[in-house]
């Protein structure tokens, strides 16, 4: 079976690694792909979110599975397109409806959702250029730190956290006057909620579903958790602090209820769902929803995921989940994130990139990278490369890490040399 996966990142570079491992995987085509996924199928010049060319590559190369790793195509309303076209309509999609991923691409939308099916959550309140006045006084009357989160897509940098109430006023103003552009025409200000951060990822064809590995990210650009938020600059699963408790409390008061919502209100949800959590005394409450795998979780719970990870997405578009029985690899896993300079905010791409072929204890997942010149290697983007590393602790799993992406060199080159820090 030919197979199309959408997306450029190292989250689509994970999945290629694990996708083109399958025996059931005849052709597999990325879009756009990057300067490493070209190593496990055919990259295709075309944009995720022009479904017509989608549409044009899926009929000349006879795809019968589409993979789609990015959130915008979902929220845009890709697997609609492919629904509803009558050449389509039969290619498995893996991947929400339109509807299913306002879940991601509305933080309002995702709340409101909770709200009804009792999901435990942070207090909010949602405001627009309309109602400015009632925020910066609903902002007054609160007690800091103050969470403000653009309403729709920011590529993982639309939540902004301040200690005192005019940093707030001042940060609400901002987002409400483009700060991210349309996606904080609405902001979300949320109770701050004090805990440690984790991801659940979980699998589902809308009736049943599986958990995958668990996962820790850190998406603070500095060490120690400071600095600007990023689409995140490391990973680790599993983090030790999820144990078999925990996992029962997100299962029975996140999980399930997520999945009676979705039956409730008849979304058609086929695809990964991410859950951000954070334990509050104890207590999982959920952060947001994203519609997808997330990255750089993807690459270290792809790397503990010993399933033929095609096998399950296509039990998954046919309604047949309920059968797989996941098989977990029990080493730890970590992920580092090479940047470019200045990211996250700008930065110059075309920086050639050396130590590629130097690094033997880790697996290189390409992001921000293309080629050029014939074989050489340059940087095009702010998150450049990950570092994936096995080991029996999450601390081996990091050294080996870290001395990996001591071989790799390019202008400018950055990372945070704590991920973990806080286990």
């Given at each position: ?394 601390e081996e799993a990091l050294a080996r890490c870290y001395t990996s992406a001591k071989l790799i060199q390019f202008e400018g080159a950055s990372y945070r040399s704590d991920i973990g820090f806080d286990l």
């Amino acid at each position: 079976m030919n197979v199309l996966l959408l997306g450029s990142g190292g989250r689509e570079h994970a999945l290629a690694w694990r996708i083109s491992q399958s025996p059931l995987c005849a052709q597999l085509f990325i879009a756009p792909g990057n300067a490493g996924t070209e190593a496990y199928g055919t990259n295709l010049a075309i944009d995720p979110n022009d479904f017509d060319a989608v549409r044009e590559v899926v009929l000349a190369h006879n795809v019968r599975l589409v993979v789609c790793g990015p959130e915008e195509p979902l929220v845009r309303g890709i697997q609609d397109y492919f629904s509803t076209d009558e050449q389509l309509k039969a290619v498995y999609f893996i991947g929400p409806s339109k509807e299913a991923a306002r879940l991601e691409g509305s933080k309002a939308y995702a709340k409101a959702f909770m709200e009804e099916y009792n999901i435990p959550t942070a207090g909010y309140r949602r405001f627009s250029a309309e109602n400015i006045a009632e925020g910066e006084a609903y902002l007054a009357q609160q007690d800091g730190p103050f969470v403000l989160k653009a309403d729709g897509l920011a590529a993982g940098k639309g939540v902004v956290i301040v200690d005192n109430v005019e940093d707030a006023q001042q940060e609400l103003r901002a987002m409400l006057d483009g700060k991210f552009g349309e996606a904080s025409s609405t902001v979300v200000v949320e109770d701050f909620l004090d805990g440690i951060e984790f991801s659940v990822f979980v699998l589902t064809d809308g009736k049943t579903y599986r958990m995958l590995p668990v996962a820790k990210d850190y998406k603070r650009a500095g060490a120690g958790d400071t600095g600007p938020n990023t689409g995140g600059m490391g990973s680790v699963s599993h983090p030790p602090f999820v144990d078999a408790d925990m996992l029962r409390k997100v299962e029975q008061a996140i999980i399930q209820p997520t999945l009676h919502g979705i039956q409730a209100r008849k979304l058609d949800y086929r695809g990964f769902i991410f859950i951000g959590l954070i334990a509050v005394d104890g207590e999982p409450q959920v952060i947001e929803y994203n519609c997808r795998l997330g990255d750089p979780e993807t690459q270290s719970v792809l790397a503990r995921l010993e399933n033929d990870l095609m096998q399950l997405l296509l039990e998954t578009a046919e309604g047949g989940l309920s059968g797989a029985v996941l098989k977990i690899d029990d080493r730890q896993a970590a992920t580092v994130v090479l940047t470019s300079g200045g990211y996250p905010g700008e930065y110059e791409k075309g920086k050639a990139i050396t130590g590629l072929d130097e690094v033997t204890d880790s697996m290189i997942f390409h992001a921000g990278t293309r080629k050029e010149d014939g074989d050489r290697v340059v940087t095009n983007g702010g998150r450049v490369l990950s570092v994936t590393s096995y080991g029996e602790t999450i601390e081996e799993a990091l050294a080996r890490c870290y001395t990996s992406a001591k071989l790799i060199q390019f202008e400018g080159a950055s990372y945070r040399s704590d991920i973990g820090f806080d286990l």
